[in-house]
């Protein structure tokens, strides 16, 4: 890239699948479940040209007042299992699946991502989430077992016990030769590792897909989450979306990577994001606005309210002042949610500060702090503004999250993204065949001789590379 050349604009998409961030109740509104929704939004961004698709994981359904909150969408099938689909049905398109390192074990995960990367011809990606609520480890063995402190601890040697499981097969393992009658090497997928939380050996079932390893994605944002991005991650998906607070998380991040001898590019950040795109900027205010409106209906913002505060707020107007009481410490309201990550207390002192700064009701108030589209406006303007804030260190390009599931990016991949395409900072077609090609990422270190897609040559002895010995 000459000095004068622009950043290329990442983009994803992620279905959501919890969360007050698609209008479900718009009659343009398909299944979040249904395996239509996902191929249709899939090969949509697919024709954009996009890096990859995204799915999070949520793995309890959310309560409020001790039933399940019926106020968003909930209920989602399994990510790799989606994805395994989709791999069948898109050809260059990134598949990245949200996975917990506190309540899996490496073994198993690393098979499925080995399985996922080979059946898309190198596309894997693994966003590696620790998990922070004890309401949700109850759905498992380890419950709420894992102090927050070494979750990340954890995390780290997970990976690293992946990578040593991806790393047990080299090409030259399968031999298929009919001829000796030998069909893997003795030395095929033995892997030992003793470690503080993970003290296993064997031999690995899974040879590694054309990648190597999957492109690892992080999403915590704590000094441990940061770090744990900074020495093992090739993407972060962050939620700073708001500019200011984005560019001091970008450079924050990136500063952190020289400790682990690593480049600003060998991290790409990409904060989640809403686009609503119109015929012009007026149309797109004022349809944003809707959108905003159906996302926090007033029960909507009454109970992310009850969820801060700890306590019954249903006496309360939505569209009135912020309450004036304190808040208590009743985990029975919005569990699962992450309002919580900061204590009660904290997050109500900056709720409260905020709506009296902009004079917000309560409605208003939550909107603003999580109903809010990041660009709104008329293709060009959206276009614009994307690019600007990648130019300007923003971001490295964003996770698109469409309002409508699933033709909620249409109009974005149809009307913005031949704009970025023009200005040259989005691909025309893919390059590469792999998700790390679409990142720009260099390779990851792999077993050598570890082919292409398509490899290895199972069955065809003789194709084995000449030299090759074990
Ligand atoms: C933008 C963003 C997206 C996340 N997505 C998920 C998810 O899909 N599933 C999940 O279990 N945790 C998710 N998390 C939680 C994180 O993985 C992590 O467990 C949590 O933030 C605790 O780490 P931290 O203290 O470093 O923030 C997400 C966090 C962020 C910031």
Known sequence: MSATAKKQVHLAAQLPGIHNVTVWSDPRS??????????????????????????AEGLR???????????????????????????????????????????????????????????SGGRAGWNVVTSYDAFTGENFRRGGFLPEADRYTRAAEFLTVARKLWD?????????????????????????????????????????????????????????????????????FSKHNRIDVAREFYRDVKRRLATYGRRPEDLLIL?????????????????????SRELVSPQTAIAHLEAVWGRDLSAYDPDGPLPGIEPEDDAHFLKGHSVFR????????????????????????????????????????????????????????????????????????????????????????????????????SAAPRPAGWGGPGRPPLGAASARPEGETR
């Open 30 to 55: 398909g299944s979040q479940i249904a395996i239509d929704s996902f191929i249709r939004l899939a090969q949509t961004v697919e024709r954009g040209r996009f890096d990859f698709f995204f799915l």
């Open 61 to 119: 359904l959310r309560e409020h007042k001790g039933e399940v909150y019926d106020l968003d969408i909930a209920g989602r099938p399994e990510n790799l299992t989606v994805l395994s689909a989709l791999a069948a049905v898109t050809t260059h398109l990134g598949l990245v699946a949200t996975v917990n390192a506190t309540f899996n074990e490496p073994y198993e995960v690393a098979r499925r991502f080995a399985t996922l990367d080979r059946l």
């Open 168 to 236: 047990s097969w080299s090409e030259s393992d399968l031999k298929a030769d009919a001829v000796a009658g030998e069909f893997a090497t003795s030395g095929a997928g033995r892997f030992a590792h003793r470690g503080q939380h993970f003290d296993i050996s064997g031999r690995f079932t899974t040879p590694p897909g054309p990648q190597g390893h999957p492109v690892i994605v992080q999403s915590g944002e704590s000094d441990a989450g940061r770090e744990f991005a900074a020495s093992d991650a090739e993407v972060i």
């Open 271 to 291: 904060p989640t994001a809403n686009a609503i795109v119109a015929d012009t900027d007026e149309e797109a205010a004022a349809y944003a606005q809707e959108v």
């Open 342 to 441: 900061k204590g009660r207390a904290e997050t109500a002192r900056q709720w409260r500060r905020l709506a009296e700064e902009r004079n917000l009701s309560i409605r208003e108030l939550v909107i603003e702090v999580g109903g809010r589209q990041t660009f709104v406006g008329s293709p060009r303007t959206v276009a614009d503004a994307i690019d600007d804030y990648v130019q300007t260190g923003g971001a490295d390009g964003f996770v698109l999250v469409p309002h409508l599931t699933p033709g909620g990016l249409d109009d974005f991949v149809d009307r913005v993204v031949p704009i970025l395409q023009e200005k040259g900072v989005h691909r025309d077609d893919y390059t590469g065949t792999t998700l790390r090609d679409h990142l720009g990422l």
